[in-house]
């Protein structure tokens, strides 16, 4: 015998979830939103961006919140795309409960990641064959230990800035893959492995569905209207077609303040360009572990980056004698290497990163400087797709349909490896 009680409460969580899907999207279709849309390819990326947020906090909020059974959720990948990824990261989360213990261990083969403010490149125990054991908690660990805020408990909190299935009760990390050819499988767990932690989660019943349902309701509203939002007040700070000098600072995120330790750095530029136009982006190097310019689409996704060269990074870009990087941004093939293919995308955003820049690595004991003094700003210049060729150096190769080719095959070979794993 079910109970009325539970139909009727599974009824108003089911219901309450399709209502707020359903008008968070229409109210973008019909135009209620204030946001500015400007073609029928950016609506109906608007739309898909807020149904693929759907997907992402309906299932992390069914099967990956548990603080006392944690598992790592892939939070932003290929499908999952809403904060602008880095094609070269991978993104993790797992929920924690604030006065719990945990352990966590993994392998990632010497490249860098990081757990938390932990990172892999300064300071952190690992073993000879690449693994290592974290312990995360309130109260201070020896060896490798991430600091918990003890008033974190369980259940889930929505934050206003950046609402994602993360939220202010994960912890999070992110997995750096720089090089395409080191398609080597990594290994990342945590476990609870305090006195109290108990040996069987909770057995599924409506009223657990019921709060986790609810939950990804929360999440969906106020993903599906800051996000969008965010990308109205990128666009609203910097002029078209010009580029940022880089920063600790997220652009749209006025309200973020730069995270402790953080060794990353990163510029934007917001495009507009009609079908026969193009970007051309000039740019110094300077000397750091990583780097890479990425395209994200007028609603901050990550683009198609499996089928188009929509990114490159360090270790696939073509570089001229002079030391120079030089790509393209367009929506027409160029016939030159360094291509950044905008799907068609009237507009969009440049967003170019610096990681661990040797010149401003504070000393140890310290923490990285907000400002980015010293590093080079790219610049970038308008002018049509048959004029590119005149602003590349007489040296700079050209590559026809077959190599273009061979080249989209290869990455998505890496790609398709890369998120098998």
Same mark, same amino acid.
């Not at 108003?12 to 359903?22: A, I, Q, V």
């Not at 944690?70 to 094609?87: A, C, E, I, S």
């Not at 190097?285 to 198609?304: A, K, M, R, V």
């Given at each position: 015998?079910?109970?009325?009680?539970?139909?009727?409460?599974?009824?108003?969580?089911?219901?309450?979830?399709?209502?707020?899907?359903?008008?968070?999207?229409?109210?973008?279709?019909?135009?209620?939103?204030?946001?500015?849309?400007?073609?029928?390819?950016?609506?109906?990326?608007?739309?898909?961006?807020?149904?693929?947020?759907?997907?992402?906090?309906?299932?992390?909020?069914?099967?990956?919140?548990?603080?006392?059974?944690?598992?790592?959720?892939?939070?932003?990948?290929?499908?999952?795309?809403?904060?602008?990824?880095?094609?070269?990261?991978?993104?993790?989360?797992?929920?924690?409960?604030?006065?719990?213990?945990?352990?966590?261990?993994?392998?990632?083969?010497?490249?860098?990641?990081?757990?938390?403010?932990?990172?892999?490149?300064?300071?952190?125990?690992?073993?000879?064959?690449?693994?290592?054991?974290?312990?995360?908690?309130?109260?201070?660990?020896?060896?490798?230990?991430?600091?918990?805020?003890?008033?974190?408990?369980?259940?889930?909190?929505? $934050?206003?800035?950046?609402?994602? *299935? !993360?939220?202010?009760?994960?912890? %999070?990390?992110?997995? =750096?893959?720089?090089? +395409? &050819?080191?398609?080597?499988?990594?290994?990342?767990?945590?476990?609870?492995?305090?006195?109290?932690?108990?040996?069987?989660?909770?057995?599924?019943?409506?009223?657990?569905?019921?709060?986790?349902?609810?939950?990804?309701?929360?999440?969906?509203?106020?993903?599906?209207?800051?996000?969008?939002?965010?990308?109205?007040?990128?666009?609203?700070?910097?002029?078209?077609?010009?580029?940022?000098?880089?920063?600790?600072?997220?652009?749209?995120? $006025?309200?973020?303040?730069?995270? *402790? !330790?953080?060794?990353?750095?990163? %510029?934007?530029?917001? =495009?507009?360009?009609? +079908? &026969?136009?193009?970007?051309?982006?000039?740019?110094?190097?300077?000397?750091?572990?990583?780097?890479?310019?990425?395209?994200?689409?007028?609603?901050?996704?990550?683009?198609?980056?499996?089928?188009?060269?929509?990114?490159?990074?360090?270790?696939?870009?073509?570089?001229?004698?002079?030391?120079?990087?030089?790509?393209?941004?367009?929506?027409?093939?160029?016939?030159?290497?360094?291509?950044?293919?905008?799907?068609?995308?009237?507009?969009?955003?440049?967003?170019?990163?610096?990681?661990?820049?040797?010149?401003?690595?504070?000393?140890?004991?310290?923490?990285?400087?907000? &400002?980015?003094?010293?590093?080079?700003?790219?610049?970038?210049?308008?002018?049509?797709?048959?004029?590119?060729?005149?602003?590349?150096?007489?040296?700079?190769?050209?590559?026809?349909?077959?190599?273009?080719?061979?080249?989209?095959?290869?990455?998505?070979?890496?790609?398709?490896?890369?998120?098998?794993?």
């Amino acid at each position: 015998m079910i109970p009325d009680s539970d139909r009727a409460a599974l009824k108003d969580s089911w219901s309450k979830y399709c209502d707020t899907l359903k008008e968070s999207g229409l109210r973008h279709i019909e135009d209620r939103a204030e946001i500015d849309v400007d073609n029928p390819q950016e609506l109906a990326e608007l739309v898909r961006a807020i149904a693929r947020m759907s997907l992402a906090s309906l299932q992390h909020r069914l099967d990956f919140n548990d603080p006392d059974f944690p598992v790592f959720f892939r939070q932003l990948d290929d499908r999952f795309k809403h904060n602008g990824p880095d094609t070269f990261v991978n993104y993790y989360s797992a929920p924690y409960r604030g006065t719990a213990t945990y352990r966590i261990r993994g392998n990632h083969h010497g490249r860098p990641f990081n757990v938390g403010p932990l990172w892999s490149v300064r300071g952190m125990e690992i073993n000879a064959d690449g693994s290592y054991e974290i312990v995360a908690s309130a109260q201070e660990q020896p060896g490798n230990w991430v600091k918990l805020d003890p008033n974190v408990q369980s259940g889930v909190v929505v $934050p206003k800035d950046q609402p994602g *299935p !993360g939220g202010s009760n994960g912890l %999070g990390g992110r997995w =750096y893959h720089i090089d +395409p &050819e080191d398609d080597r499988p990594g290994q990342l767990t945590i476990e609870r492995v305090d006195p109290s932690a108990p040996l069987l989660p909770r057995t599924l019943s409506p009223d657990l569905l019921c709060e986790q349902i609810d939950s990804a309701t929360s999440l969906i509203a106020a993903m599906a209207e800051w996000h969008p939002q965010r990308c109205q007040r990128i666009r609203d700070t910097y002029a078209p077609n010009e580029i940022a000098a880089p920063s600790q600072l997220p652009p749209g995120k $006025p309200e973020m303040a730069v995270r *402790p !330790g953080n060794p990353l750095y990163y %510029g934007v530029c917001a =495009y507009v360009l009609e +079908p &026969e136009e193009a970007l051309v982006v000039e740019s110094d190097i300077p000397d750091c572990d990583y780097w890479s310019f990425t395209l994200n689409n007028p609603w901050w996704e990550g683009g198609d980056y499996q089928h188009r060269q929509q990114s490159i990074g360090n270790k696939g870009a073509y570089l001229d004698a002079d030391g120079k990087f030089r790509a393209v941004i367009s929506s027409q093939d160029p016939g030159l290497p360094n291509w950044l293919d905008t799907g068609g995308s009237r507009r969009g955003f440049l967003f170019y990163r610096w990681w661990w820049p040797k010149a401003l690595e504070p000393a140890e004991g310290s923490t990285w400087p907000v &400002e980015g003094d010293g590093l080079p700003t790219p610049s970038v210049t308008l002018t049509n797709v048959s004029d590119v060729r005149e602003l590349f150096p007489n040296q700079h190769p050209t590559i026809d349909e077959s190599a273009r080719r061979a080249q989209l095959a290869a990455r998505r070979t890496w790609l398709a490896k890369r998120w098998q794993q």
